[in-house]
């Protein structure tokens, strides 16, 4: 028999992918009256380089008592730079249930670039950002396949469910019938609060919906035009042609596997 404390540890974890709805996600979920969301998002409890030395108490103390408690985390999914992650998880929440969030994941390493560029901690091009292909850090965030790889040795897959971006976009309604059968939790999605906007917190960076909007945009098109007012860097905010044709080509083998994982085909998506 489980103590308080002990029922209190998470047993939903959003495991990325960044760039893809998390932060979304997380706030439609802490509206839920069954689910307890741990109020800051990114705790990344489980990478050892960030909040693993807080230890276990730490991480309870994060989560109300609530039949589902759960935090999102997308340098979960941030394989190879972050390693251990599913180890560690499966250690203290083996029984957790993960939902993965993606996206076309050429869109997304435009959304994941222009958010460091608009924040800063970019200062490359972005043909220089992707200088080192095949084996780039925003690449890699979107392999998907290969990141949920390193988690499927510890969680089956029905512990697992994998969203779209451009599902959660275009149909929330049934995309939360979805998630709220996974999570075995009651379906409220005719309340008010999950038929209007999107809920907001307080702390949430608006360079990430400035991000996620700009990357929307046609790949070939330049994106400095759209942003007075934000930044003076001159035209560094494009992708030629032949640089998208490149990254397709890269990620096709891992988009194929995640096609035959899940069964989806992910039609929208460029690659």
Not at 60 to 84: K, L, M, V, W
Not at 98 to 120: A, C, F, G, T
Not at 167 to 187: K, N, Y
Not at 242 to 251: A, G, V
Request: net charge positive; proline share 6%; with cysteine.
């Amino acid at each position: 028999m489980h103590s308080t404390t002990e029922h209190r540890l998470a047993n939903l974890v959003i495991i990325g992918a960044m760039k893809c709805g998390t932060s979304s996600l997380h706030r439609y979920l802490s509206c839920h009256p069954q689910i307890a969301m741990a109020p800051a998002k990114e705790l990344d409890f489980f990478v050892k380089e960030k909040n693993w030395q807080r230890g276990v108490t730490w991480y309870r103390s994060q989560f109300a008592d609530a039949p589902i408690r759960g935090e999102a985390s997308p340098n979960y999914t941030r394989y190879p730079i972050f390693q251990g992650v599913p180890e560690r998880m499966h250690q203290l929440i083996p029984d957790a249930k993960l939902i993965y969030l993606v996206r076309d994941p050429v869109r997304r390493i435009l959304s994941h670039y222009l958010h460091n560029y608009l924040d800063r901690t970019e200062n490359q091009s972005l043909t220089g950002a992707l200088n080192d292909l095949p084996s780039n850090h925003y690449v890699n965030c979107s392999r998907y396949y290969w990141q949920l790889e390193q988690f499927l040795p510890y969680y089956s897959l029905d512990r697992l469910l994998i969203v779209s971006l451009e599902e959660w976009s275009t149909d929330r309604h049934t995309t939360l019938q979805r998630i709220f059968q996974f999570l075995e939790v009651d379906w409220v999605g005719d309340h008010p609060v999950f038929n209007g906007a999107v809920p907001r917190l307080p702390q949430k960076n608006r360079l990430t919906d400035m991000g996620n909007w700009v990357a929307k945009l046609p790949t070939s098109r330049r994106f400095c035009q759209w942003l007075p007012g934000l930044t003076e860097r001159s035209g560094e905010l494009s992708m030629d042609e032949s640089l998208e044709q490149r990254l397709i080509e890269i990620l096709q083998p891992d988009v194929e596997r995640l096609r035959s994982l899940t069964g989806r085909s992910f039609a929208r998506w460029s690659v």
